[in-house]
């Protein structure tokens, strides 16, 4: 079922999250496939939608800063910089997770990447179910990330409980990744440049001096 993110049905979209269900949505970039991130048998359901190995880890979105601490143990001064310098933004950073954060989002890594999307209504959404979901690309894991409702539909059909009508991507590029666990560590360019992010760090150590 397709349904536009309206004050009629966040409800609609909040219950089918709290039940375990799976929704498409676009996020400030593509599409992603939102579940309850503390849901073990939801997270198994949308890497088996998409064919993925267990040795991938899976982002979440957050709504707030405040929901970082339920899935961050550590907040380094790195990611706490450059959360405060690009957030809400396209730049998901990689922390230490904590220990209840399911091995299925960590896939064993002990670290979690978390984004505060730039989008207002995208964190409405997620603030009604709950202040975080998994945002992993809405693709089976050998074709593109889905860029509209039409395409998540052709990729999963009804194996997706709710899509989520939020209109055509705004990016063609994906989040950029950086672990902050302590020292900044590219792990994928996309939204936001390299460049921009090594900027804020060295302004942050001028103003330290």
Not at 79 to 102: H, M, N, S
Not at 155 to 181: C, I, M, N, Q
Request: with cysteine; hydrophobic share 40%; charged share 20%.
């Amino acid at each position: 079922m397709i349904v536009a993110p309206t004050s009629d049905t966040l409800n609609q979209i909040a219950t089918t999250i709290s039940r375990g269900g799976v929704i498409a949505f676009r996020t400030d970039t593509f599409y992603g496939l939102g579940v309850d991130p503390l849901n073990r048998d939801a997270i198994y359901r949308i890497k088996k939608m998409k064919g993925r190995n267990d040795r991938k880890p899976i982002l979440i979105v957050i709504s707030d800063y405040d929901q970082l601490h339920r899935f961050i143990a550590h907040v380094s001064p790195a990611f706490d910089l450059l959360a405060k310098a690009f957030w809400p933004g396209a730049l998901t950073l990689i922390g230490q997770a904590r220990t209840d954060v399911p091995s299925e989002l960590t896939a064993g890594t002990n670290s979690i990447g978390v984004r505060m999307p730039d989008d207002e209504q995208v964190r409405d959404l997620v603030r009604t179910c709950g202040g975080a979901l998994t945002a992993t690309s809405a693709n089976p894991s050998d074709l593109p990330p889905a860029i509209n409702a039409q395409q998540v539909g052709d990729y999963f059909g009804a194996g997706v409980d709710l899509v989520v009508d939020g209109g055509e991507a705004k990016s063609r590029l994906p989040s950029t990744v950086v672990e902050a666990v302590s020292q900044p560590k590219l792990i994928r360019e996309g939204v936001i440049s390299w460049a921009e992010i090594e900027a804020a760090l060295r302004a942050t150590q001028k103003s330290d001096r």
